[in-house]
């Protein structure tokens, strides 16, 4: 196989990834999000949302309604939490949120970084759950928490494509 | 699986099996051979397109590359702007290269050659994944408008193995580049 066969290989293996990587950009461009889908993690918006159903999220809107759902950020938390809005204080500069989990006991302050009392809608938030799709994203949960599906998934696709080769 | 064909036993050729069940099998078996055929014709590969179209291909995985840079080191927000123009400019490759693989002068395009400063474009396809005739299209230079084609039954040139008979399937060619001069 000579070198110009290998790099049209390379290249049409880097296509998967690659296409996907930037159709996941733009749909950030459309929807104004840096995480436009995002997978439910927990059970706190139970009945809403369990874990592993599928987000579509909209960060386009002026400002967030009380009951609306919305996926937040906190700084030096990696994790974005999805919980719908509680009570919110709007001026014509900017919008506070202070947001509660459905299944929760309390709101989220305590979740909030020290000293924080409210999010900010401009800042904070990751976008409005406009869409979801139920248990679709619980395989991410199964590869990021239980390593036997990792490397069962792994293994099959190592044997697929050794027998694909053949 | 290789073996050594009664065809291209002088010239210790080896030959690949191929699944001879599958037209698509078969064509890619006889779009591979396309360049050894030609050059035994006398022409010389070009590879411009090819380049060119790797060149287009890296490069979109280069802006990938760059996206993946600016998600790292940048928020989403103050880079907004930029990320719009990268994927502006991946659509516009990928058009580009969407009309070099698919554009009527270069849709099937397998092989280019030239010899004596003269260019060759050959052309091949099957009609379907159930059809075992490989249709070949031949233009000289730049005669888009008066192809010499030709069909060739995959059964003329692999054996009941599935092993490219070299020497049938370069008398085909032959005869079709020779149909020019007529």
Redesign the interface.
């Known amino acids: 196989m000579n070198l ?1 066969e290998q ?2 290989q390379l ?1 049409t293996l ?2 998967v990834f ?1 296409s996907a ?2 159709a996941w ?2 749909l ?2 459309v929807t ?3 995480s436009p889908i995002v997978v439910v993690l927990s059970g706190s918006m139970l009945p809403a949302f369990d874990r592993g159903d599928i987000l579509l999220l909209w960060n386009r809107d002026q400002q967030a309604r009380v009951g609306d759902i919305v996926v937040y950020e906190i700084a030096d938390k990696s994790i974005p939490i999805v919980h719908r809005v509680l009570r919110e204080h709007h001026s014509t500069e900017k919008q506070l949120l202070l947001t509660k989990g459905d299944n929760n006991m309390q709101d989220d302050l305590p979740l909030y970084a020290k000293g924080q009392l409210y999010l900010n809608q401009k800042t904070d938030l990751v976008g409005t759950a406009k869409f979801f799709f139920p248990k679709l994203g619980y395989v991410t949960i199964l590869l990021t928490e239980n390593q036997y599906f990792k490397f069962g998934l792994l293994g099959l696709m190592g044997i697929s494509a050794v027998l694909t080769s053949e | 699986m290789y073996r050594t064909t009664k065809t291209s036993l002088n010239q210790s050729k080896l030959s690949k099996y191929t699944d001879h069940s599958s037209v698509v099998a078969l064509r890619t078996e006889a779009d591979d051979n396309l360049p050894q055929i030609f050059a035994k014709l006398g022409y010389d590969q070009d ?1 411009s397109l ?2 060119t179209k ?1 060149a287009l ?2 490069l ?2 280069a ?2 590359g760059f ?2 840079y600016l ?1 790292k080191n940048y ?3 103050d880079t ?1 702007l930029v ?2 123009g990268a ?1 502006f400019v ?1 659509c516009v490759i990928c058009g580009v290269m969407l009309f070099l693989s698919k554009g009527s002068q270069y849709k099937n395009n397998k092989y280019i050659g030239v010899k004596n400063g003269k260019k060759i474009a050959v052309f091949t396809l099957t009609e379907s994944a159930f059809s075992p005739v490989y249709q070949v299209k031949v233009v000289f230079g730049e005669n888009y408008e008066s192809p010499v084609e030709t069909e060739i039954p995959f059964t003329k040139v692999f054996d009941n193995f599935g092993f490219l008979n070299e020497t049938e399937f370069q008398a085909h060619l032959e005869k079709l580049v020779a149909k020019k001069n007529q």
């Open positions: 110009r790099l049209t290249l880097a296509y690659l990587f930037v950009k733009a950030g461009l104004n999000s840096h | 590879f090819v380049d790797l291909g890296y979109t995985v802006i990938a996206l993946y998600e928020k989403f927000h907004k990320i719009g994927i991946y």
